[in-house]
């Protein structure tokens, strides 16, 4: 079983419950090994902060998992943040967030929103035209080759507003995957996104919102390496990934251990 979680939000961003002792905790009581704690990350301007935590957080942000490192020496704890691709912020985020002592381990890329062909930032929870997911698949190769992130969570969640499959989807997800097998960073089969409730899409497929198994398929005809994560939003969603495990089983994925990703523990 995978006996890590690296996508690990508190209730500093708003719309998750617990501190992190409370995501340590539970993560012992459910065996896991290690914890990575990937809150949404602040921006300086203040964008999107109805979710993410405030920049005037971040130093009890990571206060709270340092204290957690003394309380939970059992359980390898990195600290980390997952954040937005802005390519206004790609020196922003290295100064203040990976170079900056006692902050991040690790950066972990989300692509929630793009910036679509016109210039102008688009969500992508609400994709239906399936050219946009060509927009997003170019601006998530965009923060790959970026090299700040570790890794990129939920990488197919362009697929959330129930597109179809057609030769753009098709094409997105080969150049995620290209991406991901040339700069070798790995890719998430987002665990929590395996319980949703089934869709029928706009092509009449009945699937997942995501991991959509279409992009997965493309994904397993390159030399890809996946993490599995729960995006842990509550401590009880710890744990909880046997659907993400058996997806990465059927395609004969490489899932990245502890080690392979942060190095051997001191
Ligand atoms: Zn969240
Ligand atoms: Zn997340």
Redo the contacts with the bound molecule.
């Keep these: 079983m995978t006996n890590y979680n690296f996508h690990t939000?508190t209730y500093h961003?708003k719309?998750?419950l617990g501190a992190p002792k409370d995501y340590c905790q539970a993560a012992l009581a459910k065996g896991l090994t290690a914890l990575g704690f990937s809150d949404?990350a602040p921006h300086p301007d203040g964008k999107w902060d109805a979710?993410r935590m405030d920049i005037s957080e971040l130093d009890t942000y990571f206060q709270e998992i340092h204290q957690c490192q003394a309380l939970f020496p059992r359980l390898h704890i990195h600290p980390g943040l997952e954040c937005e691709y802005r390519p206004d912020l790609g020196d922003f985020q290295k100064d203040n967030f990976l170079q900056t002592p006692g902050r991040c381990e690790y950066m972990a890329l989300a692509i929630h929103d793009f910036i679509n062909l016109q210039g102008e930032w688009t969500s992508s929870w609400r994709l239906h035209d399936t050219r946009q997911y060509l927009e997003y698949a170019r601006f998530a190769v965009q923060g790959m080759s970026s090299g700040l992130y570790k890794f990129v969570v939920h990488p197919d969640l362009f697929f959330v507003g129930g597109g179809a499959w057609d030769d753009n989807a098709a094409l997105a997800s080969k150049l995620i995957a290209e991406a991901a097998s040339a700069l070798n960073i790995p890719l998430e089969i987002n665990a929590s996104g395996a319980h949703r409730p089934l869709i029928t899409d706009l092509g009449g497929k009945i699937r997942r919102p995501f991991p959509h198994l279409n992009f997965w398929e493309v994904v397993a005809h390159y030399e890809v390496r996946v993490v599995i994560s729960v995006d842990a939003?509550r401590p009880d969603d710890l744990g909880d990934v046997s659907d993400a495990e058996a997806l990465a089983r059927y395609f004969d994925f490489h899932v990245v251990t502890e080690e392979e990703l942060f190095g051997q523990p001191n």
């Design positions: 939000h961003c719309h998750a949404h979710v939003h």
